[in-house]
């Protein structure tokens, strides 16, 4: 097995998201790398997918760690005799700030400069939580007004060229006065690898005590829906490779939503 997957990855190291799918094959190796094809099957993969969850995994991690070692199979064997049983996916998220709540957080992540630095950027770009942590003074472009998530010429699920509207500028005009490193966000003359301490005692404050830096991107995702913008513009802000999964997520939120079709039944 783990000579099929990795004559996969190779294939597909052309494709953006092959940073993922090589995220995505460390977890599964140590548990299928030594087997042969035939030797998976439902059980192993449903054993496989308990350990995942018992290590707090997301559904949907698990769901895209199995999906990737079914193609890989497939890929090498179209009538392979490997059974690879993928968990259902997840239902589309439905927790989500209102406007009126992401202002009252914001405000109350001010006691905290970086976390509400962070915040600002995380909703404003709708990037993910490591992007935004990873994101660097010499990708944030006041110029032309562009903020560029992505590393270096690698492309990462999530990780675009967003543009940059008056409310992440004027928090990045401000950070850029004090920074002392290159990382945009920085505590004490120091990068960051988390910031989840810090936004959960935000996030207690603001009353929110379920909340996490991920909501804050889906938030952003739902607010655009609300205002009309197209699924096709929603899909590039979040770095999507299509528009299939933003609409399964988005499309209920935009005001046109199956208005065509509740018109036809007049």
């Given at each position: 097995?783990?000579?099929?997957?990795?004559?996969?990855?190779?294939?597909?190291?052309?494709?953006?998201?092959?940073?993922?799918?090589?995220?995505?094959?460390?977890?599964?190796?140590?548990?299928?790398?030594?087997?042969?094809?035939?030797?998976?099957?439902?059980?192993?993969?449903?054993?496989?997918?308990a350990q995942r969850r018992r290590h707090k995994r997301s559904e949907s991690t698990i769901v895209r760690e199995l999906s990737l070692l079914r193609a890989a199979l497939r890929w090498h064997d179209k009538a392979t005799l490997a059974v690879v049983e993928v968990p259902a996916a997840p239902p589309p998220r439905t927790y989500y700030l209102t406007r009126a709540?992401?202002?009252?957080?914001?405000?109350?992540?001010?006691?905290?400069?970086?976390?509400?630095?962070?915040?600002?950027?995380?909703?404003?770009?709708?990037?993910?939580?490591?992007?935004?942590?990873?994101?660097t003074w010499d990708r944030v472009d006041f110029g032309r007004g562009l903020i560029n998530l992505g590393v270096a010429a690698t492309r990462f699920k999530g990780r675009a060229v967003v543009p940059m509207n008056t409310t992440a500028r004027s928090a990045l005009q401000e950070a850029k006065k004090g920074a002392l490193t290159?990382?945009?966000?920085?505590w004490g003359g120091k990068s960051l690898a988390s910031i989840k301490k810090g936004f959960a005692a935000a996030a207690l404050r603001a009353g929110f005590p379920d909340l996490t830096p991920h909501v804050l991107r889906h938030s952003a995702a739902v607010h655009m829906a609300e205002a009309g913008v197209p699924m096709s513009e929603i899909a590039q802000y979040l770095g999507h490779s299509s528009t299939n999964v933003t609409e399964r997520v988005y499309a209920r939120f935009s005001p046109d939503y199956l208005r065509k079709a509740a018109a036809a039944l007049d």
């Open positions: 097995m783990a000579e099929i997957v990795d004559a996969y990855l190779l294939d597909k190291a052309h494709k953006a998201s092959s940073a993922v799918m090589n995220w995505s094959w460390k977890p599964l190796k140590p548990v299928f790398g030594h087997l042969r094809p035939e030797q998976v099957d439902r059980a192993i993969s449903r054993a496989y997918a709540e992401w202002a009252k957080f914001r405000e109350a992540a001010l006691a905290t400069p970086h976390i509400h630095l962070f915040c600002v950027l995380a909703y404003t770009t709708a990037g993910r939580a490591q992007a935004i942590l990873e994101l290159d990382n945009v966000v920085e």
